[in-house]
């Protein structure tokens, strides 16, 4: 069985940083792209950031230069850390493992707010 779980999450004021976590389960990691997505209230999933089995990156670019995506393969575990945070920023952010079929985690509530 398939898990993915996330933490990290939580309230942070504009301009601070937020270190999400993303544990995996019952995959063969480190052969999987991992991706983080995160979706504000009324509008759709979006990627925020993703990385290949190989260490290849890819990011929003609303993201770009703030959140940076990393993964530990002994670890089974996928990072985001994301500075200068802003109220935009506000979202559940998921982590998402895909190879063939993509597996989803359950979220985890950002909210950037003063």
């Known amino acids: 069985q398939v898990q993915l779980v996330e933490s990290g999450g939580g309230l942070v004021q504009p301009g601070g940083s937020l270190r999400l976590s993303c544990t995996a389960s019952?995959?063969?990691?480190?052969?999987?792209?991992m991706g983080w997505y995160r979706q504000a209230p009324g509008k759709q999933r979006e990627l925020v950031a993703s990385?290949?089995?190989?260490?290849?990156?890819n990011s929003a670019d609303s993201v770009k230069g703030r959140f940076t995506i990393s993964r530990d393969n002994a670890k089974n575990t996928v990072y985001l850390q994301m500075n200068s945070l802003k109220p935009e920023d506000t979202a559940i952010y998921y982590c998402?493992?895909?190879?063939?079929?993509?597996?989803w985690g359950k979220g985890t509530l950002v909210t950037v707010s003063s």
């Open positions: 990385m290949s089995s190989g260490g290849n990156t």
């Open positions: 998402n493992a895909f190879r063939v079929v993509p597996f």
């Open positions: 019952g995959i063969i990691f480190s052969s999987y792209i």
